[in-house]
C-alpha cells in the first residue's frame, strides 16, 4: 500500500482518526496537508509527523476556506492525489427539544463540510489529470440509530449517499470516493461515550469482537482505500466496527441513567 510521491489532505488531522490517519500516510510515503480549526494543536501535529506534513488552518464548514487550503496544497506540493475527510463533531439532544443551532452546527461540519472537501478535492484531481482517492469519513451513527444523537446520525448518513453520488459522478474521470465506518474508538469526539461504563459496556455487547477499536485501525482501512491496492474500488463504505453493525444501535441514553 505505499504511498510514495503522493498528496494528501486530512482534515481533522489534528487528532483522533485524522492523526492517525496522516501519520500512516507519511509511513506510506505520503506528503499530508493538515486542515483543522486550531492552528496550534495542528502545527504541533505538522511537527511530529515531520518535514513532509504542513499545517493548514481551516473551517470545513466555511466553503472559502476548503478552497483555500486545497489550492495551498496544490500550490506547496505541485498536486494532489488523497482526500481524506475526518473532520466532524456531535450533539446530544432529544428529538423533541433539539436545538436549532445544535443541529445546523453539526450538520455544517459534518455534511456541508464532506461536500466542500469532496467538491474542491475532487475539482483539483481532475485538473491534475491523475485522478485521485478520496475517503470519508462516517460512523455506524449513519446505518444505526444511536439515541439522542439524531443530528450525528441524520449528518453520517448523508456523508454515505454523498459518498456514493459522488463515485457515480467522479468514476469517469479517475477518482475513487469510497468511505470508512468507524465503531466507537477513543477520541477527543467520543469522550462523553468511552468516559461511561454503561455505555461502553453497551457497545461492546452488540459486538461480536467484544473490544473498542482503536484509531490506528481504523487508519489502516483509509490508507488501503487511498492507496492502489484499492483500484477498483469505489462508491463503498467499509465498516471497520469490531462487527457492531451486524447487530443494533446503542443506547447512548445510559450516560444518563
Known amino acids: 500500500m505505499s504511498l510514495d510521491g503522493k498528496v494528501a489532505i486530512v482534515t481533522g488531522g489534528g487528532s483522533g482518526i485524522g492523526f492517525a490517519t496522516a501519520k500512516a500516510l507519511v509511513g506510506a510515503g505520503a506528503s499530508v ?11 504541533e501535529a505538522a511537527r511530529t509527523l515531520g518535514p513532509r506534513a504542513a499545517a493548514f488552518a481551516g473551517d470545513v464548514g466555511d466553503e472559502d476556506a476548503v478552497a483555500r487550503v486545497v489550492r495551498l ?3 506547496r506540493y505541485g498536486r494532489l492525489d488523497v482526500g481524506v475527510n475526518a473532520a466532524g463533531t456531535g450533539a446530544l439532544a432529544p428529538v423533541e ?13 459534518n455534511l456541508d463540510g464532506t461536500m466542500y472537501c469532496v467538491k474542491h478535492e475532487a475539482a483539483a484531481m481532475v485538473a491534475g489529470g491523475r485522478g485521485g482517492a478520496i475517503v470519508n469519513v462516517s460512523s455506524i451513527a449513519g446505518t444505526l440509530t444511536h439515541r439522542l444523537m439524531s443530528a450525528y446520525c441524520v449528518s453520517k448518513a448523508g456523508v454515505e449517499m454523498l459518498t456514493r453520488c459522488a463515485a457515480d459522478e467522479l468514476g469517469d474521470r479517475g477518482v475513487r470516493v469510497n468511505a470508512v465506518r468507524p465503531g466507537l474508538v477513543p477520541t477527543d469526539l467520543a469522550t462523553p461515550l468511552t468516559a461511561s ?8 455487547s452488540l459486538m461480536p469482537l467484544r473490544r473498542l477499536g482503536t484509531v490506528e485501525e481504523v487508519a489502516a482501512a483509509i490508507v488501503f482505500l487511498a492507496s492502489d491496492a484499492a483500484a477498483w474500488i469505489t462508491g463503498q463504505v467499509l465498516s471497520v466496527d469490531g462487527g457492531h453493525t451486524l447487530r443494533a444501535g446503542p443506547d447512548v441514553g445510559l450516560m444518563f441513567r
Open 97 to 109: 427539544s433539539q436545538p436549532r443551532e445544535a443541529w445546523a452546527a453539526t450538520l455544517r461540519t
Open 197 to 204: 461504563p454503561k455505555v461502553v459496556e453497551n457497545y461492546l
Open 33 to 43: 496537508a493538515l486542515v483543522g480549526r486550531t492552528a496550534g494543536r495542528l502545527e
Open 73 to 75: 496544497t496544490v500550490e
